[in-house]
């Protein structure tokens, strides 16, 4: 009973459904309030002297409801990504390319040591994360990873740890990420990505200090399994069944190559053409096609391995659409103006260094309510800008508290859908997260502290 007990998890949908709830019934008691918004540069930006009264939208019952359909429709683009990138990668599964993959990294690990290779892995979607600005996009992937972390003789915890927070922790300080620094650069009429070397500074940092954590993880329970803080969980269902007949033969190594090109194209067609999640998945649905031609596999076949890689992903891709509906009840409630409001007023009478590290502190809160990096920066950092012009601070030292206050805490709030949806393909009750988590929690604020100390003492500029 006791080990039943320590397995079970909190259901991610019970939980973004309670914040659903609290937020309608807070919609009631707010004091009702909301800044003027213009549009600057195709950027809807707050007027931060605007703030006056407006009349109490609540949301009504039928409303807290329609916040699920709504939160779908919104984050329908990303979620049918997810779906077709889990029907490709399904084709790479029962092709046995994935399988040939992984036998080939599980033999070079008699030559090559285990911890390098989760090593390699985990740099991997650091660079993923912190320069190509990817979080949700790698899930389909984290099961493979999880897969082979277990196979390897560690947890499922190594192979989430190594892949979705290696990923969501890049993300958090990534030097040009579109969605935090590119939003808030435009907001604060700055030069796009300006100031991006303290910020590579900052992302080695992190980045070694989580390789550092995790290995360190890794090496004890492979040593000591009855350490693994998921020790009581049962995790045969993640192994991917794999034969140990297969090989990497041309064929399977042109598929990978074919995998590795749906990458890289995709990844130029974002950094420079301007795509979105349509073209993504359209590339990625290419590449599948092509390596099911390759394997021989007929239509029907390629039809029905879609379809069923699609259902193994509807789950993860569903949290997106029901943690896009807490935003949805927010903004339809009026609470997100009030909220941003209340927080901010308190900064203005601190020293410089002060109320930097209170705008830190404002937006790791203010992310738990509004998980958007580019949502939360549009209403944030209009409030932050002119509250940094007043006190002598730079816009651009502004810009990395509100990264900072935003991006870190991805890997604590339990509304972050992204999370959670890692969370729930490795098993690991969030109550487990935390305790693997919370000490490099705080690690990383220190190391924060002391670099918004130093953007402040150097004048981090351009200005």
């Excluded at 998921?230 to 990497?248: C, E, F, Q, R, Y």
């Excluded at 949502?375 to 006190?391: C, R, S």
């Excluded at 935003?406 to 729930?424: A, E, H, Q, V």
Aim: glycine letters at 8%; a neutral charge; proline letters at 4%.
């Amino acid at each position: 009973m006791k080990e039943k007990k320590e397995g079970k998890s909190l259901n991610p949908f019970l939980i973004l459904a309670t914040i659903i709830v609290l937020c309608t019934i807070a919609s009631y008691f707010v004091i009702p309030g909301a800044y003027d918004r213009e549009t600057v540069n195709n950027v809807t930006v707050v007027v931060a002297d605007s703030y006056h009264a407006v009349d109490r939208t609540p949301v009504s019952f039928l409303d807290m409801f329609r916040s699920i359909p709504n939160g779908l429709v919104a984050s329908g683009a990303l979620m049918f990504c997810v779906m077709i990138i889990g029907g490709v990668v399904e084709i790479y599964n029962r092709t046995g390319v994935i399988g040939a993959a992984v036998n080939s990294v599980l033999k070079s690990s008699s030559k090559v040591s285990s911890q390098v290779i989760l090593a390699i892995i985990m740099v991997l979607f650091f660079i993923i994360g912190g320069i190509l600005g990817w979080s949700e996009h790698i899930i389909p992937f984290v099961p493979i990873i999880i897969s082979l972390a277990i196979s390897l003789g560690y947890d499922s915890l190594v192979g989430m740890a190594i892949s979705g927070f290696a990923c969501l922790i890049a993300f958090a300080v990534g030097p040009f990420n579109v969605y935090t620094v590119g939003t808030s650069d435009t907001i604060a009429e700055l030069p796009m990505f300006s100031g991006w070397e303290l910020r590579l500074v900052v992302l080695v940092v992190i980045c070694l200090l989580s390789l550092f954590w995790v290995l360190r993880y890794a090496k004890k329970i492979k040593a000591d399994p009855s350490r693994s803080l998921v020790k009581n969980i049962d995790h045969s269902s993640l192994l991917i069944p794999t034969d140990s007949a297969m090989v990497l033969d041309p064929i399977k190594m042109v598929s990978l190559v074919v995998m590795i090109v749906s990458f890289a194209v995709t990844i130029y067609g974002m950094l420079t053409l301007g795509w979105s999640y349509a073209e993504m998945g359209a590339i990625f649905l290419i590449g599948g096609i092509v390596v099911a031609i390759l394997n021989r596999v007929s239509p029907e076949d390629v039809v029905n391995m879609l379809i069923d890689g699609a259902k193994g992903a509807f789950s993860g891709a569903l949290i997106i659409g029901v943690a896009r509906a807490v935003q949805w009840t927010m903004t339809t409630g009026g609470l997100i103006d009030p909220l941003v409001h209340g927080l901010s007023s308190i900064l203005g009478n601190a020293s410089s260094y002060v109320t930097v590290v209170g705008m830190f502190i404002v937006n790791f809160f203010v992310n738990a309510l509004i998980p958007s990096g580019s949502g939360q920066a549009t209403a944030v950092m209009p409030i932050m800008v002119p509250l940094a012009d007043m006190l002598h601070i730079t816009r651009q030292t502004a810009v990395l508290a509100f990264q900072f206050g935003d991006g870190i805490s991805n890997t604590f709030w339990f509304t972050n859908g992204t999370l959670l949806i890692y969370l729930g393909l490795a098993k690991v009750p969030l109550k487990t997260w935390y305790k693997f988590i919370l000490p490099l929690q705080g690690i990383f604020v220190i190391v924060q502290m002391i670099f918004l100390f130093l953007a402040c003492s150097m004048n981090y500029g351009p200005f």
